[in-house]
C-alpha cells in the first residue's frame, strides 16, 4: 500500500504546527504499519528527510505533481490518496485510486497489544498435510 499524500492539505486538517512535525509523524506510522507514502508540499526546499518509506517532495505547484503521480500509477488498487481537494480527488476517482479525505485519515499508531491478533492460516495442521501430498504428487 503506498500513500500520495497532499501534504499541506493534511498539515491544516491536524493539530501539528509544523511541516516537520507532520512528516514525522508520517514515518512513524508508515514504519509501524509497514505502509510507503509520497507526500508532495507546495514550494521548493532543499531540505532531505531521509526515510526508507517516506519520499518528501517539494514542488512548484503540488497539485499538478499530485496529479502527474495519479496519472502515472501502474496499479491504482495499491494507492491511497490523502486529501480533501476536490480536483485531486475526481483525479483519483477516474482513475480508481481510492480516497480518503484529510480530516478522516487517522495516522495514530496502535499501542502495542491493542490490535486484535488475525488467524493467519484457516486450514489446520491436517488439512495442511493433505493439500502439501496433493501438491507433491503434482509435481512428480
Do not use: W
Amino acid at each position: 500500500m503506498q500513500y500520495i499524500i497532499d501534504g499541506y492539505n493534511l498539515l491544516h486538517q491536524t493539530d501539528f504546527e509544523e511541516r516537520d512535525e507532520l512528516i514525522e509523524s508520517i514515518v512513524n506510522f508508515c514504519g509501524v504499519c509497514n505502509k510507503n507514502a509520497k507526500m508532495v508540499f507546495d514550494g521548493h526546499a532543499n531540505e532531505e528527510h531521509p526515510s526508507t518509506r517516506v519520499h518528501v517532495i517539494f514542488a512548484g505547484d503540488a497539485d499538478a505533481e499530485i496529479i502527474r503521480i495519479l496519472e502515472e500509477v501502474g496499479t491504482p488498487s495499491f494507492y491511497t490518496l490523502i486529501s480533501s481537494d476536490k480536483e485531486l480527488k475526481l483525479v483519483a476517482r477516474k482513475r480508481k485510486v481510492k480516497v480518503v479525505n484529510s480530516e478522516d485519515f487517522d495516522f495514530s499508531i496502535p499501542e502495542k497489544g491493542a490490535t486484535e491478533e488475525k488467524e493467519v492460516c484457516f486450514m489446520d495442521d491436517e488439512d495442511v498435510e493433505k493439500q502439501l501430498k496433493e501438491f507433491n504428487n503434482f509435481k512428480s
